[in-house]
């Protein structure tokens, strides 16, 4: 059994930053692709960024420019750092393995 465990959310201002953290329980490289999604409540899970096991990522129109994924595989991690942070990116971060593995999820709120 695979476990994902995310951290760094948290409370923050319009325009501010913060670093989302996905633990994994074995090495990311056999966990192939790597991806952050979110969900708000009372709507569809969606797709945030992803990351290849070459490094190859890509983005939501949504987040281009303002969000960046990365991944680690000596720490068997994958980070999102997301900045200029706006109220409607507030929402549950889950971290996937495209194997099918998912995170708990950790909340984001965007607020003043």
């Known amino acids: 059994q695979v476990q994902l465990v995310e951290s760094g959310g948290g409370l923050v201002q319009p325009g501010g930053s913060l670093r989302l953290s996905c633990a994994a329980s074995?090495?990311?490289?056999?966990?192939?692709?790597m991806g952050w999604y979110r969900q708000v409540p009372g709507n569809q899970r969606e797709l945030v960024a992803v990351?290849?096991?070459?490094?190859?990522?890509d983005y939501a129109d949504s987040v281009k420019g303002r969000f960046t994924i990365s991944r680690d595989s000596a720490k068997n991690t994958v980070y999102l750092q997301m900045s200029s942070l706006k109220p409607e990116d507030t929402a549950v971060y889950y971290c996937?393995?495209?194997?099918?593995?998912w995170g708990q999820g950790t909340q984001v709120t965007v607020s003043s």
């Open positions: 996937k393995s495209s194997l099918g593995y």
């Open positions: 074995r090495s990311i490289f056999s966990l192939n692709v």
């Open positions: 990351v290849g096991r070459d490094g190859t990522t």
